[in-house]
């Protein structure tokens, strides 16, 4: 069982930053793509990031604001947030992927495990 704990949310003003971490216990997880993905209220959970050998791939609507990153040693995934807009407030999740190591998707099925979501809220 794969585990995955997410920090680093809180509440900051428009135009701030949040650096999201997602620590995991999987000691391949170097192997393997990451994806974040958030949920607002009252929508579904969207894409916003995914990692790979490959690099990064972001939603449209973080691209240039959002940067996901991994540090291997640590077993961690990162999601540096700049730029934040109000609707940027969801509660964020990080997700392995254990069938990709050299390219990330957006699709939330291929994601097998999953973390317990930290908030961010972005006030106007």
């Known amino acids: 069982q794969v585990q995955l704990v997410e920090s680093g949310g809180g509440l900051v003003q428009a135009g701030g930053s949040l650096r999201l971490s997602c620590a995991v216990s999987e000691r391949t997880f170097s192997t393997y793509a990451m994806g974040w993905f958030r949920q607002a209220p009252g929508k579904e959970r969207a894409f916003v990031a995914a990692?790979?050998?490959?690099?990064?791939i972001y939603a449209d609507s973080v691209k240039g604001r959002f940067t996901i990153s991994r540090d291997n040693a640590k077993n961690t995934v990162y999601l540096q947030m700049n730029s934040l807009k109000p609707e940027d407030t969801a509660v964020y999740y990080c997700a392995v992927d254990l069938s990709r190591s050299m390219s990330a998707t957006r699709i939330q099925t291929a994601y097998r495990y999953w973390g317990q979501g930290t908030q961010v809220t972005v006030s106007s």
């Open positions: 990692i790979s050998g490959s690099g990064g």
